[in-house]
């Protein structure tokens, strides 16, 4: 599967952003980014983002960086994963994110040579309820040489296995492309846009993901208020130190996780009154 053109395309840095959820659950999140997106469906229970910008350009943090914490700040008291798939010139590679728990994550160089850990293809398949044998056996595959398979086609390899649960990509985002043809492409085919729209409609979106996330039924009372400080202890240092790299991504990591403390203490305060 290795091509001129594949690798052509592949030494443009680009990402795609595969949520296991509808539209309209991963719309509330998506705002909270603060990055402009293309939202559109991709397959049964799936949607995908295509990010409009490319924060990476600028040097601070390399794509897989940016999307680890992209990824990230979507899963932080959702119900739902997502897989950050990205790719540059030299490497390619994927970020599964999903809730709280450590992230998971593989890379391959250029060429296809496997760069990571095959625990992580063993996490990456439990946590998204594939099938512990033949696609467990597909994702190992993309661990093994394959002269024949370059970064690209392990990236292409690993969507088809993601095929089997559901994912389906709109016709034309395929991994390996460089952003702004991935852009045009989620544009020209009707994805919905997805843009900061300030802190009014920023508070609405948090308190659907938060009412609509695994935490909606500790709202209120003790664990509400345990949860609460315990996401703000945890985001503030990491705000702190995506400031000091530079990175939006685990800045906005860092400030959802305080905003969704805070808007559930908050919360608590305001329900136990009632």
Same mark, same amino acid.
């Given at each position: 599967?290795?091509?001129? $053109?594949?690798?052509? &395309? ?10 296991? %959820?509808?539209?309209? %659950? ?6 909270? @980014? ?10 049964? +229970?799936? &949607? ?11 040097? %601070? ?9 992209? /990824? &990230? /700040? @979507?899963?932080?008291?959702? $119900? =739902? ?16 994110? $999903? ?5 998971? #994550?593989?890379? =391959? ?16 398949? !439990? ?32 969507? !088809? ?6 994912? %389906?990509?709109? !016709?034309? @985002? $395929?991994? +390996? ?7 045009? *492409? ?10 900061? &729209?300030? =802190? ?39 705000? +702190? =130190? +995506? ?20 808007? #559930? @203490?908050?919360?608590?305060? *305001?329900?136990?009154?009632?």
């Amino acid at each position: 599967m290795s091509s001129v $053109s594949g690798a052509a &395309s592949a030494s443009a840095p680009g990402a795609l952003l595969l949520c296991r %959820a509808e539209p309209a %659950a991963v719309r509330p999140a998506a705002h909270l @980014l603060r990055e402009r997106m293309l939202l559109a469906p991709a397959g049964d +229970g799936w &949607s995908v983002l295509v990010p409009a910008t490319k924060p990476w350009r600028g040097g %601070a943090d390399p794509v897989d960086q940016v999307l680890a914490g992209w /990824a &990230s /700040a @979507l899963a932080v008291g959702a $119900s =739902w994963p997502v897989v950050a798939l990205w790719w540059d010139g030299d490497r390619a590679g994927y970020t599964l994110a $999903s809730g709280f728990r450590r992230t998971v #994550g593989y890379v =391959w160089l250029a060429d296809g040579t496997a760069a990571g850990e095959d625990e992580a293809m063993r996490t990456f398949a !439990a946590r998204l309820g594939l099938d512990p044998v033949l696609d467990l056996e597909e994702l190992d595959r993309l661990t093994r040489p394959d002269p024949a398979a370059d970064a690209r086609a392990r990236l292409l390899g690993l969507t !088809a296995v993601l095929a089997r649960a559901g994912v %389906a990509l709109p !016709a034309g @985002l $395929s991994p +390996g492309e460089p952003a702004d043809r991935l852009r045009a *492409v989620a544009g020209a085919t009707g994805a919905e846009p997805v843009e900061w &729209s300030g =802190w009014r409609d920023a508070v609405r979106a948090e308190l659907d993901v938060v009412e609509g996330g695994v935490l909606g039924p500790w709202l209120v009372g003790p664990r509400a208020r345990a949860v609460g400080a315990a996401q703000v202890a945890a985001g503030v240092p990491l705000v +702190g =130190w +995506g400031l000091a790299r530079r990175s939006g991504g685990w800045v906005a990591a860092g400030a959802i996780l305080v905003a969704h403390g805070a808007l #559930g @203490l908050a919360y608590d305060r *305001v329900r136990g009154r009632v």
